[in-house]
Each structure stands twice: as structure tokens, then as C-alpha cells.
């Protein structure tokens, strides 16, 4: 489940970097290493993932950081705590510098669909992949990703977040 919302994050991503006219903007982040999703990637959990009822073993991008005009791999292994039914819900906001391009609530199980997979979400064990192609024509600027996940009472799934930085080309 976390998978296929850290794979709906990027694929959104990749959309709307492809999609922003806008310039970003230069910011300073602290990040708590125990909060970085472990594997080759720009990922962290929102939170202590402690009591998430995806635990996430792994999370690779190739490349990493996404470049412009590049197929983005990206695998992912976890397991799931429970079983995640119908009506599970993803909060996902993509930013351009201060700019949100997309902010919106929608039905998890519309967007697992595009990792092959389908709800219920059974308990056990997940691995999972996708390629991405990302356009030529990324605008330069700070990109970020939240997808914040819950079942349908309202328990945590998980929580990721990632910063991306483009530049221009040739730099």
C-alpha cells in the first residue's frame, strides 16, 4: 500500500513538474535521518513510522535524484500490518517552490490500480515497480511531494514525503 502510494507521489510528480511554468525558490531543510525512507531515494516519513500499518523495507529510484528525459525506475518492498479495504484514502499535495500545483483527496484504490494492484490490499508482504519516463522539459526549481495515506476509519498507512531539485539544463 505504501508502495503504491509512494509510486502515486511520484507518478503525480512527474505530471505535474512537466506541467509548471513557475520558478522555485532556495529553502533550508532539517531532516531527522531516523525519518528517511531507507533504499536510493529522496523519500522521508512524515512521522515516526512506527505504528504505520505499512512498514516500508525499501524504496529505490533510478536515477536519483529523477532527471529530466529519463525513465524513472522505481521499486519498492514493505509489508502491510492488516488487510486495507475499500474506501482507504491518499492526501496528496505537489509543490512547486511556494506554489501548490495539486492538493486533493481521492480513493486509494483508484491509484493502485496504476502499480497492478487492486483492493482489498492483503496483509503480507508487497513488492512492486514502475517506470516513469519524465519529460525533456522539466521547469528548474524545488519540487516537493506529500501523500499522506489512511484507511477508511481514519488509521495511518503511511506518511512520505520528498524533495526534488531540478536545474536547468546544461548546469
Given amino acids: 500500500m505504501k508502495f503504491a502510494t509512494t509510486l502515486l507521489a ?5 505530471s505535474a ?4 511554468w513557475l520558478s522555485g525558490d532556495d529553502q533550508v531543510t532539517i531532516i531527522d535521518e531516523e525519518l528517511n525512507v ?3 531515494n529522496p523519500l522521508t516519513f512524515c512521522q515516526k513510522p512506527d505504528d504505520n500499518i505499512l512498514t516500508i523495507d525499501k524504496v529505490d529510484l533510478d536515477p536519483n535524484p529523477p532527471a529530466p528525459g529519463k525513465t524513472l525506475s522505481i521499486t519498492a518492498k514493505g509489508t502491510l500490518k492488516e488487510d486495507i479495504e475499500e474506501g482507504a484514502k ?6 512547486y517552490g511556494l506554489i501548490t500545483l495539486i492538493n486533493q483527496e481521492a480513493d486509494l484504490c483508484d491509484y493502485v490500480k496504476q502499480v497492478e494492484l487492486s483492493c482489498p490490499l492483503e496483509k503480507g508482504p508487497l513488492t512492486l515497480g514502475k517506470d516513469v519516463d519524465l519529460p525533456k522539459q522539466i521547469p528548474p526549481g524545488k519540487y516537493t511531494v506529500l501523500a499522506d495515506v489512511f484507511t477508511k476509519d481514519g488509521d495511518k498507512i503511511t506518511c512520505l514525503t520528498a524533495t526534488v531539485v531540478f536545474h536547468r539544463q546544461g548546469n
Fill in 17 to 20: 513538474v512537466s506541467s509548471s
Fill in 90 to 95: 491518499v492526501h496528496l499535495q505537489v509543490k
Fill in 10 to 14: 511520484l507518478v503525480t510528480f512527474s
Fill in 38 to 40: 531507507p533504499g536510493e
